[in-house]
């Protein structure tokens, strides 16, 4: 991916990030990612819960950059970015 595309696509969605996960063998649960995200267990991501459980959609916004500068050095290898 060129630094063009970083510039025109800086975020990603949930699916995507899972997609990322996935093609580089980690496995990844949309809804335990989402968890994860609103736990603040990922550096490059911030999310929301609902006002309510039950009610509305999780807010997440997550970094395209910091996804695959995290997953590179958590594997400590150059990912397949998507």
Sequence with gaps: MTTTD???RPTM?????C???K????PANPETVAEYIVAGRF???VGLDPPQQGRGQRKL????AGAYAWLDDFL???TIKI
């Design 6 to 8: 970083f510039a025109m």
């Design 13 to 17: 969605t949930l699916q995507d990030l």
């Design 19 to 21: 997609e990322y996960f």
């Design 23 to 26: 093609a580089n063998l980690v």
């Design 43 to 45: 550096p490059f991501a």
């Design 61 to 64: 916004l997550i970094s395209r």
């Design 76 to 78: 400590q290898a150059d």
